[in-house]
């Protein structure tokens, strides 16, 4: 799901066509629009079918206009949904940049977090794991929150849990690269592999693995996800802005310092 050349799109087709049905409902129906026609149904001059009519009429002369409106819906659900997830934001800064079950990349005393929600068997992810890997290395100061975010079925939930399990060993950067690295879906036997490959201790992983911390972690990146209307994956936060999807490393830059200069 790509937005034009750099951002996921989150807008299905059948979305737009309720929507859309909706608001010929609403058209019909909307007071203001009908005005005219209301006063000449009271005075008698036409008759409930010929003001139907002229409403079907109206609506197959100038289609546009249910187009326009349709777009100033749209724009004012993504407005509130921003309004709302910027409140979430504000409200639970602590658990987004600073919860201590986050494995934590780059510079960990950075002046500046990019947050990122991820799910290893998704595309979009690993295609963002070598710009990733680039932003860090051009900004000395940029701190990485990764949040675990498997939702693309039972494979990508136990690569998380591997993941998280893998952090307790203080192995989580090396095991996430390994992970991104393989030229295939990510399933159990691939996640076993790789950390077997990775160096670490497997049997300890698996163990960890079952712990409830592990399982915790996930569940609270989900609520968060969800809070802040992170719907797939890739998103990222920074300072007081979302971003959801993947992009090129010139604008994660330009998103990563808007965030460090407060804007």
Known sequence: MIMGAKQVSYCGGIVRMLLLAGLTGWFLLNPGIQGAGRSALAAGEMSQDQFDQRIHDYILAHPEVLVQALQSLDERQRQAEAAEARKVLKARADDIFHDKQSPVGGNAEGNVTLVEFFDYNCPYCRMMAPVMDQAVADDAQ??????????????????AKAALAADKQGKY????????????RVTEAVVLKTAAEAGLDVERMKADMRQPDIQT??????????????????????GDQIFPGATDLATLKTFVNQARAGK
Do not use: W
């Open 173 to 184: 950067a090396a095991f996430h690269k390994a992970l991104y690295a393989a030229k295939t």
């Open 142 to 159: 940029l701190r990485i929150v990764y949040k675990e975010f498997p939702i693309l079925g039972p494979d990508s939930v136990f690569a």
């Open 217 to 238: 972690s996930i569940d609270r990146n989900a609520e968060l996800a969800q809070a802040l209307r992170i719907t797939g994956t890739p998103g990222f936060v920074a």
